[in-house]
């Protein structure tokens, strides 16, 4: 019985850090990183800039969905973002995962 619940918690352990993972994996998949990284400018900003921007907004998450399915001009400078081809519940996810960056 010990070792089925001590599998059952690792098991819920790793479930936990699966989001994280699977989020950064949708990123690269969207091509997000050819035009951004986690801690530096790329051409767009750091995933970590973009987070500390937004934070404490409570309509955050709603501008980056805009910013990501729609693209976006005059926010971080000239460059301009372009729409990108993702779902409304991918635009959602990876919103989320930005602003979790610190």
């Known amino acids: 019985m010990k070792n ?9 352990a790793l479930a936990l850090g699966a989001p994280a993972q ?3 994996d949708l990123a690269k998949t969207k ?5 951004h990284a986690m801690d530096t400018k790329v ?15 409570k309509d955050a998450e709603t501008k980056l969905v805009a910013s990501i399915s729609k693209g976006s001009t005059g926010t971080w400078g000239a460059m301009a973002m372009p729409p ?7 635009a959602q996810t990876l919103a ?3 602003l979790a960056q610190k």
């Not at 767009?44 to 404490?56: R, T, W």
């Not at 990108?84 to 991918?90: D, G, I």
């Open 84 to 90: 990108n081809p993702v779902s409304a519940a991918e």
């Open 22 to 24: 699977a989020n950064a």
């Open 43 to 57: 051409l767009g900003p750091a995933f970590k800039e973009v987070a500390a921007k937004y934070k404490g907004q």
């Open 4 to 12: 089925l619940i001590s599998a059952a918690l690792a098991c819920a």
């Open 31 to 35: 091509n997000c990183m050819g035009c």
């Open 96 to 98: 989320k995962w930005v």
